[in-house]
């Protein structure tokens, strides 16, 4: 059976299970400047949506960029093997005109490929998370599960945004998050709302821990606030 897709009501669950992996991880100079992997499936199966997550996704990064202090570095996959990765930027504007020029064609998942890419990444700096969405899998799921756990072992955890819920994705995205120490998260077209918060959300965390995260609660309120509040015990 398939989980339930991300609703408004089960968005403070999935945030509070990215705060609590996040809380265990050790905290950085206040001086330090937080780094996110953001990595997508281009391929023709995310057609239908892709209009939708480019602007949620776009939404992201503008939080980060209101809120300072964190890197971002896009990475997609797409085609005939091909996968590429920007450079690190403050600059949402940046991200989104890269964005903009990619586009979905068809081919087969790469996900190893961007797990390896992370711990390459992880190899040279700091990385506080990898963020993935995509909606299915199509490799060994044995190999994907070895290099997300060398990821977390580095500290990385991998947060999967599953986009329609199918197997055996489910199962395996379900899988690299736990063994990395991040957290799974569904979504379909009919709920952008839920996504757009969730990703803004880590978006706040990853740029500004804990405070960050309060006052954005406090500013937008609902599911954000309710977790902001458990994670500062008020």
């Known amino acids: 059976m398939c989980a339930k897709p991300l609703t408004p009501d089960t968005v403070s669950s999935n945030i509070a299970a990215f705060l609590d992996t996040a809380d265990k991880t050790p905290v950085r100079s206040e001086k330090s400047t937080g780094r996110l992997i953001f990595a997508m499936d281009a391929t023709a199966s995310r057609s239908p949506t892709w209009d939708m997550a480019m602007s949620i996704q776009a939404d992201m990064f503008s939080e980060a960029s209101a809120l300072g202090g964190l890197e971002v570095q896009l990475v997609y996959y797409r085609g005939l093997m091909e996968c590429r990765s920007s450079s690190w930027t403050r600059d949402a504007s940046e991200l989104g005109r890269l964005m903009s020029k990619v586009d979905v064609l068809a081919g087969r998942t790469q996900i190893e490929r961007v797990l390896k890419h992370a711990l390459k990444e992880a190899g040279t700096g700091a990385v506080n998370a990898l963020v993935f969405i995509g909606d299915a899998m199509e490799e060994n799921v044995d190999l994907l599960a070895d290099a997300a756990g060398q990821l977390g072992l580095r500290g990385v955890p991998v947060f999967m945004f599953h986009e329609g819920g199918g ?68």
Do not use: N, W
């Open 167 to 234: 197997e055996p994705a489910a199962s395996a995205f379900k899988h690299i998050a736990k063994v990395s120490g991040g957290a799974y998260c569904l979504f379909d077209a009919s709920s952008p709302g839920a996504l757009r918060a969730l990703l803004r959300a880590v978006a706040a965390f990853a740029a500004g821990g804990a405070r960050a995260l309060e006052d954005y609660g406090r500013k937008h309120g609902g599911s954000v606030l309710q977790i902001s509040e458990q994670m500062t015990g008020r």
